[in-house]
């Protein structure tokens, strides 16, 4: 008799309880990973009451239209006068962050030269606004 079978064992390894054992793992530490927040004590100092919160100042804006006529806030400026009254809105804080708001008209090299101005009285922080397009 042939025998179609043969006597050999077949050894495959399953995996499935491991997949299974290892996926309640991978949910088990992605559940407590975000409970876990270690941190160092610290007392924090208090502070003053009386200073004035970024949230209640008004941004600085200085606008460039389409004649290249320079205004801060809504009040027209020229380069001359502009240390004057910058350090008049900002009282002296070179951290004050001053936005531009320039006509797309105007040339690059118009809005660099007040850039660079800007940049020259000691006032680093710097952004450029745009219009977003529906």
Known sequence: MIRLESDKE????NVTPFIDVMLV???IFMVVTPLMTTSVKVELPKG???????????????SIDKEKNLF????????????????????????EIIYFHVDKSV????????????????????????????
Request: aromatic share 6%.
């Open 25 to 27: 793992l991978l949910i």
């Open 72 to 95: 801060l806030d809504d009040k027209v400026i020229n380069l001359s006068n502009l240390k004057e009254s910058l350090f008049a809105k900002t009282s002296g804080d070179f951290d």
């Open 10 to 13: 077949l050894s495959e390894i």
């Open 48 to 62: 003053s009451e009386n200073l004035q919160n970024d949230a209640d100042k008004k941004p600085l804006i200085l």
């Open 107 to 134: 040339e690059y090299e118009a809005v660099i030269n007040v850039i660079n101005s800007v940049k020259l009285l000691g006032y680093s922080k710097i952004a450029l606004s745009s219009k977003l397009e529906n």
